[in-house]
């Protein structure tokens, strides 16, 4: 698939997530579909994404570093770790920011401004980060970046609940738009500046890979009666079956 090609679908799957990002508060609760359904199986699809795709591919990634430095440095088994430790940071901020988030509530209505805007300055990176290196993605394997784009929607359905909650003000009033506009950013440097250097894209998704498997973990797996285990099973088994077809395919 040519450069121009895969930014052109990448529009496409850009668009989709910034409208699930706009219709996330009416996502959440759907007609006839208990909340804690709609949770536990966006929450079964994204924990089978990081299991099935984004562990294997922060594994390549590290493969690809390895090979574009061969030249340049020697490899050792502290180097093979590079790409883990850059993924356990993007792990750490966003738990740091999440941490700082519950605690200056408190008994207030909503967090102090400053909190909230750090906050939402990190989803904003967050989602840069996703649709910057979603032309990539698509010249991967387009099947691939759909499927990537689908545990990302209903990833950022709950991320929204998340933030709703933490604050209930703001966030309808600055937060929804300022996601969407970073999405648009993420492809509009991708547009300008396509991302081509292993390197680079590889310590990027790790970045993203890391703050991905805190949300997951964090946000996606809702305890006692608020969550149901049929539908998370539901949600892990639909996603590991579709991508264990895609990947057959693409053999």
Known sequence: MSVSTSLVFALGLTLLLAGLHLGAAHLDR???????????????????????????????????????????????????????????????????LEQLAGRRVGDAAEAPPAVFYLHLASFCVYNVLITYTMPLRVRTGAWFAALFTVAMGLHFVLIDRSLRDHYPIRFARYGRPALVGALLLGWGIAWSAAPTRTVVVSVLTAFLGGSVLLNVFKQELPEGRSSSFAWFFTG????????????????
């Open 236 to 251: 892990i088994v639909a996603y590991a079956i579709i991508l264990t077809a895609v990947t057959a395919a693409a053999e």
């Open 30 to 96: 759907l007609p006839g579909v208990p909340e804690r359904a709609m949770g536990s199986f966006g929450g079964g699809i994204s924990v089978a994404y990081v299991f099935l795709h984004l562990l294997p591919e922060l594994a390549d990634g590290n493969v690809g570093i390895a090979t574009a430095l061969d030249d340049r440095i020697t490899l050792t088994p502290l180097v093979d770790l590079g790409i883990f430790l850059v993924a356990l940071i993007g792990f750490t901020v966003f738990y740091g």
